[in-house]
């Protein structure tokens, strides 16, 4: 089965950048889309970008034209840069596969273990 490594999270001061990272165990075939996600506290968790397999990205209202999602298929990586970082977000930030086992079957959801992002004035 699939696993989901992400790295480069970190505390940096507003303004700043990272670059998040989202590395999968093996070629996910049968691809359904590819996402991050983020969990601030005391909140519930929510979509920051999405790429789908129809080849659009799509972002939440509150990182567009700040974030970018990309990716590297000969990796099996994809990224999430984040740029003009606000205090607001501060968060645990997940990536996550949506794929089929089979083609045949729904798509599931597999998830990394989340990486924190801390933003400080």
């Known amino acids: 089965q699939v696993q989901l490594q992400e790295s480069g ?9 990272l670059k998040l990272s989202c590395a999968a165990s093996e070629f996910i075939r049968n691809r359904c889309a590819l996402g991050w996600y983020r969990q601030a506290p005391g909140k519930e ?3 920051v970008s ?6 659009t990205t ?3 209202a ?8 990309s990716r590297d298929n000969a990796e099996n990586t994809f990224y999430l840069q ?5 205090i607001e977000d501060t968060a645990v930030y997940y990536c996550a596969a949506d794929y089929k ?9 597999k998830w990394g ?9």
């Open 9 to 17: 999270g970190g505390s940096v001061q507003a303004g700043g950048s």
């Open 45 to 47: 968790r929510e979509v």
């Open 50 to 55: 999405i790429f789908r397999s129809n080849g």
């Open 58 to 60: 799509s972002y939440s």
């Open 62 to 69: 509150s990182v567009k034209g700040r974030f970018t999602m």
């Open 82 to 86: 984040m740029n003009s970082l606000k």
């Open 101 to 109: 086992e089979f083609w045949f079957q729904s798509c599931q959801r």
């Open 113 to 121: 273990q989340g990486t924190q992002v801390t933003v400080s004035s």
